[in-house]
């Protein structure tokens, strides 16, 4: 229980990589602050589950988030793992959605990061972790919001890194590849859509294409890379993108 006395908040927790994320975290000791949509006795169940609260902020509203980070109080630990996707080619793509996934996945992750720091910084310590993407590194067609954001991610989380290095607390993103969750199932009938393929055939040959081990990544994994990042072993690990993606990005 190295995390005993640490408090962590998981945007984007109440299912998928964000809930593993937030469960492994409680399994190492960590206080857990939950974020997210969801069935309210669902994440009730959960808050009991993992003696945690719960934040329903939406993260695309600046206000939001300020008053979700005065409630959840010093955070000792910060994984942004918040996210949407939309998938369509670039000049029929919404604005609006083009907006919404650039302020959840990305502006989200500043606002968080900006608020949680000097607690950080007078503690002498802390974690900041963002699920990025394989699309962090890569680029898919149809998917210019997510691509753009998952790469700004990437960069921003280098910028704090550095900025942060003296003051005892750390920046890495981890970068899955297909992880089965909600977020990966919603996206299959818009790409169905947009490429004119069969549900198994955006599985197959679209999903799992670019996967050399043919395997979702599962969320435990995600979960088991976050607490690693939290231990003192990794007190040099800083600006890293650790990607979980079956060899995907493989250069």
Same mark, same amino acid.
């Given at each position: ?17 964000? %809930? ?12 857990? @602050? ?19 609260? !719960? ?34 080619? @670039? ?25 949680? @720091? ?16 394989? !699309? ?25 890194? %550095?900025?942060?290095?003296? !003051? ?10 297909? @992880? ?44 088991? %890379? ?26």
């Amino acid at each position: 229980m190295f995390l005993e006395g640490k408090r962590a908040l998981v945007t984007g927790s109440t299912s998928g990589i964000g %809930l593993a994320v937030a469960q492994a975290l409680h399994g190492a000791g960590a206080e857990v @602050v939950l974020n997210g949509f969801g069935d309210e006795a669902e994440i009730a169940g959960l808050c009991e589950e993992l003696g945690a609260t !719960h934040s329903g902020a939406d993260l695309t509203d600046a206000a939001q988030i300020e008053a979700m980070m005065r409630e959840a109080g010093e955070i000792d630990i910060l994984v942004n793992n918040a996210g949407m996707q939309h998938v369509a080619p @670039v000049e029929e793509f919404p604005v609006e959605k083009w907006n919404t996934i650039i302020a959840l996945n990305l502006t989200a992750a500043f606002h968080t990061t900006r608020l949680a @720091v000097p607690g950080m910084k007078r503690n002498g310590w802390g974690r900041i972790i963002n699920t990025a993407s394989a !699309h962090s590194k890569v680029a898919s067609p149809f998917k210019s919001a997510y691509n753009s954001a998952k790469h700004g991610l990437d960069g921003f989380t280098k910028t704090i890194a %550095l900025e942060l290095a003296e !003051h005892g607390v750390t920046a890495n993103c981890i970068s899955p590849g297909y @992880v089965w969750t909600p977020l990966v199932e919603n996206q299959i009938p818009d790409t169905m859509k947009a490429r004119g393929l069969t549900r198994d055939e955006v599985i197959n040959d679209v999903l799992l294409a670019k996967q050399p081990t043919k395997k979702f990544v599962q969320p435990e994994e995600i979960g088991a %890379l976050a607490v690693f990042l939290c231990r003192d072993e990794a007190q040099n690990v800083n600006g890293a993108n650790w990607s979980v993606d079956g060899g995907w990005t493989a250069d």
